[in-house]
């Protein structure tokens, strides 16, 4: 089992959709969550980040970390056909080197 | 554009050769990070480099070896290619050996294909 779980998708949406993006894990010491977009042929990009558990939210973008479910979401509401990237999730422990551990990343297209 | 950049875009190369990526992280940031993605793995973490000394390491295999050199650009050397070493090939940067939320800019890849 990975240490970090991520549907590949693809996900296809209508524009203007609500979009719900998940990831789960299962070390119990991850305490910074990330997510990462990347547009094809690009690297990622960091979209977002929380601390421990709780919810964050940045214009149309929201993150949520549950950490008694190990389980991290991000919403994207009013999606558009710009949204259209693959998403992906990544987690790092406090203290060390921080460096995350990603998820596979989902496909999201959203269709005019 | 995150600042970073890495060179060359694409690779095709055959089996058993040696190859290297080059790196040049965003002006001002000391820590360099590779990361290979491939589609089965996803995002792998290879190794980073900090101010010219080895940091820390993930999943690198001993055919491949890094170094990052006084101006702050760093290399990525592979050898002995095999097929499963296609994939593309990121290059990381920040500004701090271990931030707390450890934002790092990623470079547009290289692609290496192995034939």
């Known amino acids: 089992q990975k240490e970090v779980e991520q549907d590949p998708g693809p996900l296809s949406v209508p524009e203007g959709a609500i979009v719900s993006l998940n990831c789960t894990y299962s070390n119990s010491a991850f305490q910074y969550f990330m997510w990462y977009r990347q547009y094809s042929r690009k690297g990622p990009e960091l979209l977002m980040y929380t601390y421990s558990s709780g919810n964050k939210e940045d214009g149309r973008f929201t993150a949520q970390v549950d950490k008694s479910s190990k389980y991290i979401s991000l919403f994207i509401r009013d999606s558009q056909p710009s949204d259209s990237a693959t998403y992906l999730c990544a987690m790092s422990e406090a203290g060390g080197s921080y460096i995350p551990t990603f998820g596979r990343g989902t496909s999201l297209i959203v269709h005019p | 554009d995150s600042g970073v950049t890495q060179t060359p875009k694409h690779l095709i190369t055959a089996t058993g050769q040696r190859v290297t990526l080059r790196c040049s992280p965003r002006s001002g940031d000391l820590s360099v990070y590779w990361y290979q993605q491939s589609l089965d793995q996803g995002l792998q973490f290879l190794i980073q480099?900090?101010?010219?000394?080895?940091?820390a390491k993930g999943n690198i295999l001993e055919r491949f070896s890094a170094q990052q050199f006084p101006d702050l650009h760093s290399e990525l050397n592979l050898s002995s290619l095999e097929l499963g070493d296609s994939a593309l090939y990121f290059c990381?940067?920040?500004?701090?050996?271990?931030?707390?939320?450890?934002?790092?800019?990623f470079g547009p890849g290289t692609r290496l294909t192995v034939l």
């Open positions: 480099y900090y101010n010219g000394e080895e940091r």
């Open positions: 990381a940067s920040s500004s701090r050996l271990a931030a707390s939320h450890n934002e790092q800019f």
